[in-house]
């Protein structure tokens, strides 16, 4: 029990990581019906941005306080002029286009994006300390034998993932900017009509998601070093949107921690038998035979055409 | 209500030989009109006359090559749809452009977008300001909403609704910004005769209570006759009428246009 439990929390908590990136995809996909195949990239481009600053600002011998908040800053100008240039360059000139157009130009902003990200900042691996603690800490130890290993990182990444949904679904619900985002998604003619300004929204969308990216970059190159890998998880996260849903915030973090949790057990569990290495695929067979039943996801708007 | 009393003398927006094509296709061809502040005006046509292309114009989702709009004695030039929303004009669409996914108070509420301005850390916690702000909103909106008569899908996702209240909520929407001038791209098309007798009723209230001019697209000859004060006819993209109804009725160049002769 106590071995199972280990192997469940472990991979709930490597799912909140999936779904930190599937967060980045819901939040363009349903502010712009664009399905952003650069999120992954951007990730990339956050974490990089962020590490050499940091890195920089620490040669420098700024205090590691000012030097890490000075990094983060740094990052998020950088996104923000990718979210603007993506609007200003890439969407504006798209308007109105299909939906599988868009996604093609987002493929061309994902090379731009990698190829740009290495050539400014490098492309080795480079470890990053953001101050998190990594140490492995034993839970629950009076309750079974030799406790619950789990990583102090990861569940510092559950609570800024939580603080992160939090944040968000405050800003989508409650705020003037938020329903005129919700609005755009669902209509771009009728909200021009009420007078909100389309470029705008499209930039404030791509910078929250650009924020996202930057959080999720933070985490998973604490996790892993910063990397080019980072910008792979793009394809980590596409079954996380099948099973929750591309259109649903709640969706993406139960997504996330279903494959986590699901990838895990199935490896532990299923893998002797099957020979080992499924979790590599394994939540995309999950995927595929989800689309069969679901296809709108757990939490997707189920599309209903009249005729 | 043929027998409505105006003095119309004031010009709220004027159209000046504008012409619209796209590619090779000539919507429009040299259209000039005024609408006059607190009336209500009509355009009337066949189909594919260029009626919605002209509300687009005046809207300003379609920028005309050539001629000139003036509103409000300004001319204005590329002006975008938001834009048009910030100087008072509100619009409804011919298929209902709705949020589908939002009740209808928050539908309605979207209509109150450009009259909020608090800061957005205060909206997200609906704390001091912002929930003021946010209260004298929600009565604005709730004043929209008992007009139309529509408490009780206060709630209901508009996409659930059936078509003749999904264009009262639109309308809903629209005053939420209390606009100046109203453009309504066919309110009444789809419906039954009792809920257009509903649709006339609030276009005439909204005219009468809160003094909005309104320019409405319609093909139901016997409402546009009844509720407006001067029509305009295009036909082909051209004006082939202008003037009140009782005077565009025995036009006949408008006759041909509608009963078909060879042209």
Known sequence: MGFFLEVLIGGLLAGVLYSLVA??????????????FAQGAMVLTAALALVRALDVFEQWHWPFAVALLSAFVFA????????????RLVLRKLVNQEGIILFMATIGVTFFLEGLSQSLFGADVYPLNVGLPKDPVFLLESLFDGGILVNELDIWAAVIAGLLVAGLALFFQRTRIGRALRAVADDHAAAQSVGIPLNQIWFIVWLVAGLVALVAGTVWGSKLGVQFSLSLLALKALPVLILGGFTSVPGAIIGGLIIGAGEKLAEVFLGPSMGGGIEIWFAYVLALLFLLVRPQGLFGERIIERV | MAD????????????????????????????SFDIKKGEIRAIIGPNGAGKSSLLNCING??????????????RRSRMRPHEAAEQGIART?????????????????????????????WQALRLGPAEREEIDHRKAVERIIDFLEIQH??????????????????????????????????????????????????????????GTTICLIEHDMGVVMDISDRLVVLDYGKKIGDGPPEAVKHDKAVIDAYLGVSH
């Open chain 1, 76 to 87: 998020a100008v950088i996104m923000a002029i990718i979210a603007w240039a993506a609007e």
């Open chain 2, 93 to 121: 669409f011919q298929n209902i452009a709705l949020f589908r996914g939002m009740s209808t108070l928050d539908n309605i509420m979207t209509g109150r977008n450009l009259a909020m301005r608090t800061g957005l850390f």
């Open chain 2, 4 to 31: 409505r009393v105006r003095s119309l003398t004031d010009v709220l927006l004027s159209v000046e030989s504008i012409s619209l094509s796209f590619g090779g296709v000539k919507a429009l061809t040299d259209i």
């Open chain 1, 23 to 36: 967060l980045g995809f819901v939040l363009i996909f349903k502010a712009s019906g664009v399905f952003n």
């Open chain 2, 153 to 210: 899908i206060r709630k209901v996702p508009v996409g659930q609704l059936p078509y003749g209240l999904q264009k009262r909520v639109e309308l809903g929407r629209a005053l939420a910004a209390e606009p100046e001038l109203l453009l309504l791209d066919e309110p009444m098309a789809g419906m039954n005769l009792e809920e257009k007798e509903d649709m006339c009723r609030f276009v005439l209230d909204v005219n009468d209570e809160f």
């Open chain 2, 61 to 74: 989702f379609y920028h005309p090559q050539e001629g000139a709009i003036t509103y409000k004695g300004q």
